[in-house]
């Protein structure tokens, strides 16, 4: 319930460092199983990134080859996406799709479906962030009248999700959540 975490949303997360390309990639890989992203938004990044690299990796340069042909599915996109040069730590990729999700939520995106998201995502993460998977409990609890109405549901998520905004300040924002808003 609500009240069994209160003050969880005054704990900001820890920054990340300057996010790599390869954090953005996985983070775009992620979010885009889940949904939060979709083959547009995945080339529109591999276009930017094309635009102001002088050499962009061979991973950014393929997915804008089979994008131009038409023949990209979501496996291949989601494999050339993985074969982006660098390294992510355990636990950044997840931060930095949470940090999509808030930016997506602040945009216009359904608390509700951002709550099913988090849920997917949080459900086995890192303890900063497992209790974000709780916040579908939330609205079934508002929608069986046994919580806080769902409009408080939904402002609380909101709250809770601006601390970790800044987490995916260097990622793209997803249409959907453009479209939302």
Not at 38 to 46: G, L, N, T
Not at 65 to 72: C, F, K, N, S, V
Not at 86 to 115: F, H, I, K, N, Q
Not at 140 to 160: I, M, Y
Request: charged share 30%; net charge negative.
């Amino acid at each position: 319930m609500l009240t069994d975490r209160v003050g969880y949303a005054d704990r900001m997360p820890a920054p990340l460092p300057e996010i790599s390309m390869k954090r953005i990639a996985e983070g775009l890989r992620t979010a885009m199983t889940l949904g939060l992203y979709d083959r547009d938004d995945v080339i529109s990044w591999a276009a930017s990134i094309a635009a102001r690299e002088v050499k962009p990796p061979r991973a950014i340069r393929t997915i804008l080859e089979l994008a131009a042909g038409g023949r990209l599915d979501a496996n291949e996109l989601a494999e050339l996406l993985r074969a982006v040069p660098g390294e992510v730590e355990p636990g950044e990729v997840e931060r930095v799709v949470v940090g999509v999700v808030a930016r997506a939520v602040a945009s216009g995106l359904d608390p509700r479906a951002a709550a099913r998201l988090l849920y997917t995502l949080c459900i086995d993460a890192p303890d900063q962030l497992r209790p974000l998977s709780e916040l579908e409990d939330d609205f079934d609890l508002a929608e069986n009248g046994a919580g806080a109405s769902v409009e408080t549901v939904s402002e609380t998520v909101r709250e809770r999700l601006r601390a970790f905004e800044h987490l995916a300040a260097e990622m793209p924002l997803p249409q959907r959540a453009v479209a939302a808003g």
